[in-house]
C-alpha cells in the first residue's frame, strides 16, 4: 500500500512539471499584459517600459520562466501583480472557502445519488425509474448559473429566507456563514446529483444482469440482500471513480457558482487572475490545482480496495 | 411543515445574517487594487479612494477645476507660479491639522519613483510639463512652480485616476516607507478592506467639507452622513439585480437592458447620470484601405448615429461626436456639429474611394458596462447596406487593448475613459503614430492647436481651439466619437442623496430616509 502510494506521489511529480511549463507557456501566448491592463487607454512606451520592468516582464521570456520555477522549488509561488499580496496564502485562503461548499455538495449529492441510482436500476423501467432518470437529466441538463439563479430569486427574493449577496466565514459567525453557502451548495449537489445518479443507475443495472445476482435470488435472499449486499459492492466502483474526477474538477474552482453568489473562492481568483493577465496568481492557481487533482483521486485509488475487496493495491 | 412555521423558520434564518441598519452597501463589478491613491488603481478603486483622500483642487461636476483643500489658487503673472493657501482648520483622519508640511511631503513621495505614481510622467518632464519646485512659505501656504505656463496644470492635479494628488498624513505609509492605509482628509475613513469581498469605510466625524451647498463634482458641499459605507464586490450583474430588489445592496451601476424591469420594483429607483467617456469607432489610418480619407467619411455617412446610440443605450443615450464632452462647460454650438446619415453620399464617396468589396473588420469586446459590441453590429449591418463588406472580431479586453496599443487593427469599436477637459480628451487619441502607434489622429495642425489649448488659459481663446479642433476632426474622420456615457444607476428607496458622478459612485450627501 505505501509502496503503491509512493509510486503514484513520484508519478505525479513529471504531471507537475508539465503543467509548470504549459502554464507559463500557455498564459503568455495570449496577448496582452499585465502593464498595459494597469495603464489602460493611456499607455504611453515610456510609462508602459517602465512598468514591465518594475514588474520583471522586460526580461526574456526562459529568464522569467527560470526564476520564477526556482521560487516555486524553494515553495515560493511569488506575488500577485494587482494586489502585490504573496500567491500561495492567497490560493489557500481562496481554495479553503471554496473546498467548504465543494465538500458539502458531493457529500450530499453522494448519499442522495448513489441510492437514488441503485433504486431506479432495482426498478428499471418502472414511474420511479423514470422519474429519477428524468429528474437527473433535468438537473444535469440545468446549466449552473440559471440553476443559481433561479435559487437566488426563490430563496433569497421570494422567500426572504437566505442572503442575496455576501459572505461570511465560518470563524466570524458560524450559522451565518451556515446561510451564505446554502444556495451555492444546493446548485452544485442539485447539478452532480445528476451525474452520479446516472452513473449509479447504469452500473448497478449492469451488475444485476450477472448470473451471480440470479443465483442469489434462487437462493432465496430477500431483494433487499440481493441488492445492497450483493449489487451495490460491485457496482459501487464506477461511481466512486465518478465521484473523485467530480471533487477534483470541483475542488479546481467553481467560478460560475462563486460570480453568482458571490463567493471570493478559488475559482473566480484564478478568472479574474487570467482577466487581469496576472501571471504569478494564475500560474500559483493553476498549479495548485493540478496538485489537488493528483491528490484526490490518489485518495480514491487508495480507497478503491476499501469498496471492492478484488482490487487491491499493489 | 405548515404556512406559519415555514416563515417561522425562514425568520429564524434570515435573523441569523446580522442587519446593517445604519450602513449604505455599495455594490462593486470587481475589487478593488489598492487603498494607495493613483498607485496601482482602476477605476473602483478610484472611487472607493476617493471617499478618504482628497487634493489640493478637484473637478466640478462641469469638467472644471475648484479649489477643494486649497482656499484659494492664485496665478503669477508669468504663468508659472501656482499659490496655493490651505483651508483653515482641516483635519486627517488621525486628527493632525493639515499644513503645508503635509503637501509637500505628499508631493515628494508622488515624485519618488519608488512610490510608483501613475502620474509622475506628467509632472517630472517625461511629457512636457515639469513642476520645478515645491515650497511651504508659511504653514497655510504651498507654492508650486513648473518650467512653462500650462492650462492643464491644475486637471491634471484634479485626475481621479492621479488619485486627485492626495495630500495625505506621513502616517499612512509603514517606517521602511511602504504603504500602510489612507490618512486622509476626506468624509469617510478607512476601517476594513476584506479583499475579493468589501472595503468599509466609516463617516470621519471631524470632517470640514469645502464651501457650498451641494455636492458638485468631487467638490462642493461633501457631508459625511451615514455612519458606514460597505463597498460590496458584486461581479454578476444578475446578482446585482437580485441584491437590488432584496436590499442587500443600495447603490449599483445596472445595465441599460434591466432598466425597464428595475423601474417596476416598489423599492428601488433608477437614474441616469451622463458621463465623459467616449464610445468611438477608431480608424487605422496607416490601413491601406483606411488611409484613404473618403472611405473613412464613407462610412461615417453610413451610420445613422441617433439611431445606433438609441439602439445600444437603451433609448437613453445622447449622440455626440466631439472630443468635448456633451457636459463640458466647453460644449457649443459649434461641438454639437456631427456626421449627417447619408447612404446615397455614402456610396458614392465609396465609389470616389475605389472601393471594391475588400472586408473591413470590426473589433469589438464584450464588457457589460461599455457598448462596444452592441455598436459593432449595429455599425456593421449599416455598413453592409451601402456596400461595405463589414465583419467583427470579437476579442476579450486585454487582448483588444493589446492591439490598440499596438496599432494593430482596421477598425475598432472602443471606448475611452473620461477626460473632463477637452485638452487632454483630444490628448487622449492625437498624436504622432511613430512614437506611440496607439494614438489614432496623426496630424501635426491638430497636434499643435492640441498643445496651444494645453498652455494658454484663456477660456475664450480654449474654446476657439476646441471648436476649430473639432471641425478639423470631422473633416478628416481619424475616428468616430458616437456618444459620451449615459450610465444607469439605481438605489433602493432607503438611501437617498447617493447620485453617482462620472461612473463612480458618490457616497457623502448620502442618507437613510427608511429602514
Not at chain 1, 28 to 46: K, N, Q
Not at chain 2, 56 to 83: F, H, M
Not at chain 2, 123 to 144: C, I, N, Q, R, Y
Not at chain 2, 468 to 474: A, N, T
Amino acid at each position: 500500500m505505501l509502496r503503491f502510494a509512493l509510486r503514484r506521489i513520484l508519478m505525479a511529480v513529471p504531471t507537475l512539471l508539465i503543467m509548470a511549463v504549459s502554464v507559463f507557456v500557455l498564459i503568455r501566448l495570449i496577448p496582452g499584459d499585465p502593464a498595459s491592463l494597469m495603464l489602460g487607454d493611456l499607455a504611453d512606451p515610456a510609462s508602459l517600459a517602465d512598468l514591465q520592468k518594475r514588474l520583471g516582464l522586460d526580461q526574456s521570456l526562459p529568464v522569467q520562466f527560470f526564476i520564477w520555477f526556482g521560487n516555486v522549488l524553494r515553495g515560493d509561488l511569488g506575488n500577485s501583480i494587482t494586489s502585490s499580496q504573496p500567491v500561495l496564502p492567497l490560493v489557500l485562503d481562496r481554495f479553503w472557502i471554496s473546498a467548504r461548499i465543494v465538500l458539502i455538495a458531493v457529500f450530499i449529492a453522494s448519499i442522495i445519488a448513489v441510492p437514488a441510482g441503485v433504486i431506479a436500476a432495482w426498478r428499471q423501467n418502472s414511474t420511479l425509474d423514470l422519474a429519477l432518470v428524468g429528474s437527473a437529466t433535468v438537473l444535469l441538463s440545468i446549466p449552473t448559473f440559471w440553476l443559481g439563479l433561479l435559487l437566488l430569486l426563490f430563496f433569497g427574493l421570494r422567500l426572504e429566507w437566505l442572503p442575496v449577496v455576501g459572505y461570511v466565514s465560518f470563524r466570524e459567525n458560524p450559522t451565518a456563514a451556515l446561510l451564505y453557502i446554502i444556495m451555492p451548495v444546493m446548485t452544485l449537489f442539485l447539478h452532480e446529483m445528476g451525474v452520479l445518479i446516472r452513473m449509479a443507475r447504469a452500473s448497478t443495472l449492469e451488475v444485476l444482469r450477472l448470473d451471480y445476482i440470479t443465483h442469489a435470488r434462487a437462493k432465496g435472499l430477500s431483494e433487499s440482500a440481493v441488492l445492497w449486499r450483493h449489487a451495490f459492492k460491485n457496482a459501487f466502483g464506477p461511481t466512486w471513480t465518478l465521484i473523485g474526477l467530480v471533487l477534483g474538477n470541483l475542488l479546481g474552482g467553481i467560478a460560475v457558482v462563486e460570480t453568482v453568489f458571490t463567493i471570493p473562492g478559488l475559482g473566480r481568483l484564478l478568472v479574474d487572475s487570467i482577466f487581469a493577465r496576472d501571471y504569478p496568481v494564475i500560474q500559483g492557481c493553476l498549479l495548485f490545482v493540478a496538485f489537488v487533482y493528483v491528490v484526490v483521486n490518489l485518495i480514491v485509488d487508495l480507497l478503491y480496495p476499501v469498496f471492492d475487496p478484488r482490487v487491491t493495491a499493489e | 411543515m405548515n404556512k406559519t412555521t415555514v416563515s417561522a423558520l425562514g425568520a429564524v434564518l434570515f435573523t441569523a445574517v446580522p442587519a446593517a441598519a445604519q450602513t449604505v452597501t455599495v455594490a462593486l463589478n470587481a475589487d478593488i487594487r489598492s487603498t494607495n491613491p493613483g498607485v496601482n488603481r482602476d477605476d473602483n478603486t478610484d472611487a472607493v479612494v476617493l471617499h478618504m483622500v482628497e487634493g489640493l483642487v478637484g473637478y466640478r461636476e462641469n469638467g472644471t477645476v475648484a479649489p477643494l483643500l486649497a482656499e484659494s489658487v492664485q496665478l503669477s503673472s508669468d504663468g508659472k507660479t501656482y499659490t496655493f493657501r490651505l483651508r483653515k482648520g482641516v483635519k486627517f483622519h488621525n486628527g493632525a491639522e493639515l499644513s503645508s508640511a503635509d503637501v509637500v511631503w505628499s508631493w515628494n513621495r508622488y515624485m519618488d519613483p519608488k512610490t510608483d505614481w501613475r502620474c509622475r510622467s506628467d509632472f517630472d518632464g517625461h511629457s512636457g510639463l515639469k513642476v520645478e519646485k515645491v515650497e511651504a512659505p508659511d504653514a497655510g501656504t504651498v507654492t508650486m512652480t513648473l518650467d512653462h505656463p500650462s492650462a492643464l496644470f491644475l486637471d491634471s492635479l484634479a485626475r481621479t485616476d492621479c488619485g486627485m494628488t492626495a495630500i495625505i498624513h506621513k502616517s499612512s505609509v509603514k517606517e521602511d516607507g511602504t504603504w500602510d492605509k489612507p490618512i486622509g482628509t476626506g468624509p469617510f475613513k478607512y476601517a476594513e478592506w476584506r479583499r475579493g469581498e468589501y472595503v468599509i469605510l466609516t463617516r470621519f466625524d471631524d470632517y470640514q467639507s469645502p464651501s457650498g451647498d451641494k455636492p458638485d463634482g468631487l467638490v462642493g458641499a461633501k457631508r459625511a452622513v451615514v455612519p458606514e459605507v460597505k463597498f460590496l464586490v458584486v461581479p454578476d450583474a444578475s446578482t446585482v439585480k437580485a441584491a437590488l430588489v432584496s436590499g442587500a445592496v443600495d447603490v449599483a451601476q445596472v445595465l441599460d437592458s434591466d432598466v425597464p424591469e428595475l423601474s417596476k420594483a416598489k423599492n428601488v429607483a433608477v437614474g441616469l447620470y451622463p458621463s465623459a467617456t467616449k464610445h468611438t469607432f477608431l480608424f487605422q489610418t496607416r490601413d491601406p484601405l483606411l488611409g484613404n480619407v473618403k472611405l473613412r467619411q464613407a462610412i461615417a455617412a453610413s451610420l445613422d448615429i441617433p439611431q445606433l446610440v438609441a439602439a445600444v443605450s437603451n433609448g437613453n443615450g445622447k449622440p455626440n461626436n466631439s472630443a468635448v464632452a456633451i457636459t463640458s462647460a466647453y460644449y457649443d454650438e459649434a461641438q454639437r456639429q456631427g456626421y449627417v446619415y447619408d447612404p446615397a453620399k455614402a456610396q458614392k464617396l465609396l465609389k470616389d474611394a475605389g472601393y471594391k468589396g475588400e472586408p473591413i473588420k470590426i473589433i469589438a469586446n464584450k464588457r457589460v458596462h461599455v457598448p462596444s459590441f452592441n455598436a459593432a453590429v449595429i455599425a456593421q449591418a449599416m455598413m453592409q447596406a451601402v456596400g461595405i463588406n463589414a465583419e467583427i472580431e470579437v476579442l476579450e479586453w486585454a487582448t483588444q487593448l493589446d492591439r490598440y496599443n499596438k496599432g494593430n487593427y482596421q477598425m475598432m469599436s472602443f471606448s475611452y475613459s473620461a477626460r473632463l477637459d477637452p485638452a487632454l480628451s483630444y490628448e487622449q487619441f492625437a498624436g504622432p503614430k511613430d512614437k506611440q502607434p496607439r494614438k489614432v489622429w496623426d496630424e501635426a495642425q491638430a497636434q499643435a492647436l492640441i498643445e496651444k489649448a494645453s498652455t494658454i488659459s484663456d477660456e475664450a481663446e480654449r474654446q476657439k481651439i476646441f471648436d476649430e479642433l473639432h471641425k478639423l476632426q470631422l473633416e478628416t474622420t481619424p475616428l468616430i466619437i458616437f456618444a459620451n456615457g449615459q450610465e444607469a444607476w439605481a438605489h433602493t428607496k432607503r438611501v437617498e442623496g447617493a447620485d453617482p458622478w462620472e461612473g463612480k459612485p458618490r457616497v457623502w450627501g448620502a442618507r437613510i430616509v427608511a429602514n
